[in-house]
């Protein structure tokens, strides 16, 4: 392992594209010769700027070295190890195998020579700045079960994700993974180790298939503008020109999105990456072409009179919906609805004729998920929700929310729900909050972003958790590179994955009871009254009722799940053909009474209650508990990775719990798809596991109840 070995780490996302080994270090020597040649690879890739070296400072030849200083070799940087990452990693540092992570926590590294800047690091830096050093460290050990790699930047032990990858990473991942079996289970491939590479040219073809994407979604952003306009502002009778102006410009956006130069610069682009010659990109790069490929395969396929008679039905369906829910009407809105499915149906076999057409709608919201990993997934997380909420309803040590039902003006509600989202990080500069039927955030723009939700004298919780859910939504948009605003490195990763963060917030932080510990003191400064006699502890019980119930947007966390399971079966035997709207209210009062043992009296709180079908959203609502998932996996890596959060978030400091999602979530875009994502950020494979634990261990103690599953 002498000077100029490069190890490609191009199946490591936001690492270079390869580390350059100068040498190693006696430590690393020691355990390369007792694993007998195992360790495939370590080194550390420092970028900086204006940090002159300094003589006689030590080097590790950018080997990443736990014991101290060897050599006598200039340097440039350092940094520090301030915290271990994931001790339980039989990679540790550097990714020898059988070292102790534990050991080099608050050891100084010292680092080499710069190879080259990765253009993350680069962005970065040129924000910031600042002169630092940054650099990461890979280790892929071949027979070993993780893969880890961390930025740490100077003297901040700033520390990006510790990737723990099972055997096989190669990269054939559904975004709905389970713990891998032996079966699934692979022994990697060893690394290549080409020969070092050129500093990659610049591109024409795809700086100019990334300008015509951000042109694009320009126009996408003024649809977007008249989609939160109709719901917030606009008058009634202005609905039918409403529905001219939005088909309007889904048509220009459809024409720019099936552009034939943007057509010929993809599949320029295609080739270049199926020729090998994609070496020359980075990470983003790469990533960049392949999902603006992706989304261009789908748009091409799509007829414009299709996209046009599909936003027009859209339109006009969700102001039917307004009427029919209002009057319960079913037998009003039923044509409409039959129209959309048909139009869906018909989407979804021209953009994926290779897919069940559910898929094809669902591969939308949640890219790469398929109907029947999530239909597994929900088997495997109905049995404990079910058995939770009979737990919790044969309990005779109920939480009672009779507090929250108290007089709640609306105005005092709209200062404290501002305060509340402007203090957990939300910008009022870069958004704003209004008022809708249904509760949504809506982007128009990098440094637009809108929130919308509902009040409710009589119920606090309506106007705060739904402000709450809508902020996370909206901490998650303000949160992605505004540079790259229309690109995938500056989009949303899934609506799962969106949906994670509302969750979030909404239920992981703002059911917490030191959440309620900081914010008890300023809800009571708006609402004096009716809520003297309260306590943190009483308000954060009286939030953990379990009640089966029949609006969705009403339900609790628990007996929410339920619901989304309904409507994903229902919508997917819809699309299937299995079921005819005709036939669908009676499914679904039928469904209803065998989970939660009520009939709806009425459409209006049965098939009518949600917007998200009459607006064409067909394929989404999995994404909800999908999200329920995501966000209680983020949360068990948030809590093991800082410790203090609960005091620092009793204390009404929420920095770090987003910076930490900002960094391991927000900052990537759709870069990666969700379970690649979710197991960068967490080091774990997508599991329902960690949504049962959570949810048993808050509901249960809450109920008089152990805390896990019996
Ligand atoms: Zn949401």
């Known amino acids: 392992?002498?000077?100029?070995?490069?190890?490609?780490?191009?199946?490591?996302?936001?690492?270079?594209?390869?580390?350059?080994?100068?040498?190693?270090?006696?430590?690393?020597?020691?355990?390369?010769?007792?694993?007998?040649?195992?360790?495939?690879?370590?080194?550390?890739?420092?970028?900086?700027?204006?940090?002159?070296?300094?003589?006689?400072?030590?080097?590790?030849?950018?080997?990443?070295?736990?014991?101290?200083?060897?050599?006598?070799?200039?340097?440039?940087?350092?940094?520090?190890?301030?915290?271990?990452?994931?001790?339980?990693?039989?990679?540790?540092?550097?990714?020898?195998?059988?070292?102790?992570?534990?050991?080099?926590?608050?050891?100084?590294?010292?680092?080499?020579?710069?190879?080259?800047?990765?253009p993350q690091a680069a962005r970065e830096q040129q924000r910031d700045g600042a002169p630092h050093a940054e650099f990461g460290i890979v280790g892929m050990g071949r027979d070993d079960e993780c893969v880890e790699h961390g930025i740490l930047r100077g003297g901040l032990a700033r520390t990006a994700p510790v990737v723990r990858l099972p055997r096989g990473f190669p990269g054939a991942y559904s975004p709905l993974m389970h713990d891998p079996s032996p079966a699934d289970d692979p022994i990697p491939a060893p690394l290549t180790i080409p020969a070092p590479l050129p500093v990659p040219a610049p591109l024409p073809d795809l700086d100019a298939a990334a300008a015509h994407a951000r042109r694009t979604a320009v126009l996408a952003s003024v649809e977007s503008l008249l989609g939160w306009d109709e719901q917030t502002m606009l008058p009634p009778a202005g609905g039918g020109?409403?529905?001219?102006?939005?088909?309007?410009?889904?048509?220009?956006?459809?024409?720019?999105?099936?552009?034939?130069?943007?057509?010929?610069?993809?599949?320029?682009?295609?080739?270049?990456?199926?020729?090998?010659?994609?070496?020359?990109?980075?990470?983003?790069?790469?990533?960049?072409?392949?999902?603006?490929?992706?989304?261009?395969?789908?748009?091409?396929?799509?007829?414009?009179?299709?996209?046009?008679?599909?936003?027009?039905?859209?339109?006009d369906g969700q102001q039917a919906w307004v009427d029919a829910r209002r009057h319960s009407?079913?037998?009003?809105?039923?044509?409409?609805?039959?129209?959309?499915?048909?139009?869906?149906?018909?989407?979804?076999?021209?953009?994926?004729?290779?897919?069940?057409p559910y898929d094809s709608l669902l591969d939308d919201y949640e890219p790469g998920a398929r109907s029947s990993d999530v239909s597994a997934l929900f088997d495997r997380l109905r049995p404990s929700i079910v058995q939770l909420v009979r737990a919790c309803q044969d309990s005779a040590d109920r939480p009672d929310d009779a507090m929250l039902r108290r007089?709640?003006?609306?105005?005092?509600?709209?200062?404290?729900?501002?305060?509340?989202?402007?203090?957990?990080?939300?910008?009022?500069?870069?958004?704003?909050?209004?008022?809708?039927e249904h509760p949504f955030c809506s982007t128009n723009g990098p440094h637009d972003c809108r929130l919308t939700t509902r009040w409710d004298e009589a119920y606090l919780p309506t106007a705060l958790f739904g402000v709450l859910h809508e902020a996370g939504h909206g901490l998650y948009e303000q949160g992605l590179r505004s540079d790259a605003f229309g690109l995938p490195a500056g989009e949303a990763a899934s609506l799962g994955v969106h949906e994670s963060q509302s969750r979030l917030w909404e239920n992981l932080v703002g059911r917490s009871l030191c959440f309620w510990q900081w914010c008890l003191p300023v809800a009571r400064q708006a609402f004096p009254s009716s809520l003297s006699d309260s306590t943190a502890e009483s308000i954060q019980r009286s939030l953990l009722?379990?009640?089966?119930?029949?609006?969705?947007?009403?339900?609790?966390?628990?007996?929410?799940?339920?619901?989304?399971?309904?409507?994903?079966?229902?919508?997917?035997?819809?699309?299937?053909?299995?079921?005819?709207?005709?036939?669908?209210?009676?499914?679904?009062?039928?469904?209803?009474?065998?989970?939660?043992?009520?009939?709806?009296?009425?459409?209006?709180?049965?098939?009518?209650?949600?917007?998200?079908?009459?607006?064409?959203?067909?394929?989404?609502?999995?994404?909800?508990?999908?999200?329920?998932?995501?966000?209680?996996?983020?949360?068990?890596?948030?809590?093991?990775?800082?410790?203090?959060?609960?005091?620092?978030?009793?204390?009404?400091?929420?920095?770090?719990?987003?910076?930490?999602?900002?960094?391991?979530?927000h900052l990537h875009g759709r870069l990666l798809d969700p379970g690649p994502l979710l197991l960068a950020a967490t080091g774990m494979p997508v599991s329902e596991r960690w949504l049962i634990e959570s949810l048993w261990g808050r509901y249960g103690p809450a109920h008089g109840l152990g805390g896990r599953p019996p």
Request: charged share 30%; hydrophobic share 35%; aromatic share 6%.
């Open 329 to 356: 009407d079913w037998k009003g809105f039923a044509p409409k609805l039959e129209q959309i499915v048909r139009l869906k149906r018909e989407q979804a076999s021209c953009q994926s004729p290779e897919l069940d």
């Open 407 to 436: 007089h709640f003006p609306k105005d005092a509600q709209a200062r404290f729900v501002r305060t509340v989202a402007e203090r957990i990080g939300f910008d009022f500069d870069r958004g704003r909050l209004d008022t809708s």
């Open 545 to 665: 009722t379990v009640r089966p119930s029949l609006i969705r947007v009403e339900a609790d966390e628990v007996t929410y799940n339920l619901h989304v399971m309904l409507r994903f079966d229902l919508e997917r035997a819809l699309v299937r053909g299995e079921l005819s709207v005709a036939d669908l209210p009676n499914a679904w009062d039928e469904r209803c009474e065998r989970d939660f043992g009520i009939r709806p009296a009425n459409a209006a709180e049965g098939v009518l209650q949600d917007i998200h079908w009459s607006a064409g959203l067909i394929g989404y609502f999995p994404t909800y508990t999908l999200g329920n998932v995501y966000a209680s996996q983020l949360m068990a890596a948030i809590t093991r990775d800082q410790p203090d959060l609960s005091a620092e978030v009793a204390a009404g400091r929420f920095e770090s719990l987003l910076g930490w999602l900002r960094e391991r979530v």
């Open 241 to 315: 020109y409403r529905a001219d102006q939005v088909a309007a410009v889904a048509t220009l956006v459809h024409a720019a999105r099936t552009d034939a130069a943007q057509r010929e610069r993809l599949h320029r682009l295609e080739d270049l990456l199926a020729g090998g010659r994609g070496e020359r990109l980075d990470h983003e790069d790469r990533a960049t072409i392949q999902r603006l490929l992706r989304d261009h395969h789908k748009h091409i396929r799509l007829p414009a009179r299709l996209v046009e008679e599909t936003a027009r039905a859209c339109i």
């Open 1 to 118: 392992m002498d000077a100029g070995v490069v190890v490609d780490t191009g199946r490591v996302p936001w690492l270079p594209r390869q580390v350059t080994f100068r040498e190693l270090c006696p430590e690393s020597r020691r355990v390369d010769e007792a694993s007998g040649g195992d360790m495939v690879g370590v080194g550390v890739h420092p970028v900086w700027r204006e940090e002159p070296p300094r003589a006689g400072a030590a080097d590790h030849g950018g080997e990443a070295c736990p014991r101290g200083e060897r050599g006598a070799q200039p340097s440039v940087g350092e940094a520090e190890i301030l915290a271990p990452r994931d001790p339980e990693c039989g990679g540790g540092l550097g990714g020898l195998p059988g070292s102790d992570l534990r050991r080099s926590a608050g050891c100084r590294l010292t680092i080499g020579k710069v190879e080259n800047t990765h």
